[in-house]
């Protein structure tokens, strides 16, 4: 009530103020256009132009209303449209993953115009119909994913190299995966793709420079990567050795290669062959030495007494490895070799005797014998050539003989 009193007093004293304007501020406002003219007070002509100005601003406000139901029905249209691509997104995506290839694509092609994200609805349709066997049309899809989205190569190559090794397209997908490692050179879905890749093509050097990214992303495990790496060395050796001359290429190899791999036996044989192709037998004496200290194994230890380098040295350094391993066949093997090319022919006896005397074998039988032979004792060397071939006998696979036949 008494804010009522207060605006009815206030509205009177605001209408007196006017009236007193109205008296004291005589005027009047002249308009005139062409020949015609109006005239009114001052006073009456401001009321006028307020009354037009609200009437113009109740205008504009009606005409935007009018227009509003417009807009209003677009944007309904535009949700609803994306709602459906949802839905049909969805869609298409169980049966991708429930292995409906053909509704998978139709769905996912069908909605992605509309979706919020037509990137995955082109991707993820042309894995539908790379399944089906299509594989134009996948790669249709692939460039349509491209230009759906900005920034979208590094997400489409994968895809498309990953499609390129199922179609066994390996040289294609290697080209991929390669640009996108120079854009991209840590991410861990490109390498673990060229891993793939360089394995279908036995791209070998590319295994090896790889696997260190590999292992520091922990996208391998310590023991896929030693074989890994001891695979790749092993080709790559192998590869070099067969060509003539290629022993410096042989060594930078081994030069390069991680220092636990030195001691892997296999690699230190290879290295052993190509070095003696090489006719760079010194150096690969040291090499199964300095092997031998750490890693003792029988088939180096043969291989050092098959070497042409200083025989005495060589003897010399066996002699001392019999010290620490008096009953070990295979040494003892090689130092009745050593002792042959040292022109000791009774130490060569007593040496191969030994080997025999710890392990039966149809190879000491045979250096034996031959020893014999040309030592004039031909009633021995007859004797363990027999040995020889019955040792080598009993190795052979049990099959069908002329004197186990009925007559």
């Not at 535009?78 to 998978?104: D, I, P, S």
Request: proline letters at 4%; a positive charge; glycine letters at 6%.
């Amino acid at each position: 009530m008494r804010k009522l009193i207060l605006v009815v007093v206030f509205g009177l004293a605001i209408g007196a103020l006017f009236g007193q304007l109205m008296q004291s501020v005589p005027g009047y406002w002249l308009v005139r256009v062409g020949d015609t003219s109006f005239q009114t007070s001052f006073w009456f002509g401001l009321v006028l132009l307020f009354a037009v100005f609200v009437v113009l601003h109740f205008v504009l406000r009606l005409l935007m209303r009018l227009r509003r139901p417009v807009s209003r029905l677009k944007v309904w249209n535009t949700r609803t449209r994306q709602r459906n691509a949802m839905r049909r997104t969805v869609r298409g995506l169980v049966a991708l993953a429930e292995g409906r290839w053909k509704r998978a694509e139709k769905s996912l092609t069908k909605a992605a115009d509309d979706s919020s994200t037509p990137l995955v609805n082109y991707l993820s349709a042309a894995l539908a119909a790379h399944y089906q066997g299509r594989h134009d049309q996948a790669d249709a899809l692939l460039k349509r994913a491209h230009f759906s989205t900005e920034g979208s190569d590094a997400a489409v190559g994968l895809v498309q190299a990953q499609l390129m090794l199922d179609r066994q397209q390996f040289e294609e997908a290697l080209a991929t995966l390669t640009r996108l490692e120079k854009q991209l050179p840590d991410h861990p879905q490109v390498l673990k793709l060229l891993k793939q890749a360089y394995l279908s093509v036995n791209d070998w050097d590319g295994i090896r420079r790889l696997m260190p990214r590999l292992a520091r992303q922990q996208l391998v495990g310590d023991d896929e990567r030693r074989h890994m790496e001891q695979r790749a060395y092993r080709e790559l050796i192998l590869q070099a050795a067969r060509r003539p001359g290629d022993v410096e290429r042989v060594r930078n190899l081994w030069a390069e290669m991680p220092d636990y791999l030195r001691g892997d036996v296999e690699l230190v044989g290879l290295y052993t062959e190509a070095l003696v192709r090489g006719k760079e037998e010194g150096i690969a004496e040291r090499l199964l030495r300095q092997t031998l200290k750490e890693h003792w194994d029988s088939r180096l230890v043969l291989r050092y007494g098959l070497l042409n380098v200083d025989a005495g040295r060589q003897l010399a350094y066996a002699e001392k490895w019999l010290q620490e391993r008096p009953n070990d066949p295979d040494l003892l093997l090689t130092l009745g070799r050593l002792s042959l090319r040292n022109a000791y022919w009774g130490k060569a006896q007593e040496y191969f005797e030994a080997s025999q005397r710890q392990r039966p074998s149809g190879v000491v039988c045979a250096e034996l014998a031959r020893l014999f032979a040309n030592l004039g004792d031909h009633d021995k060397s007859q004797l363990y050539y027999r040995q020889s071939v019955e040792l080598l006998d009993k190795s052979l696979p049990a099959l069908p003989q002329p004197s186990d036949q009925n007559p």
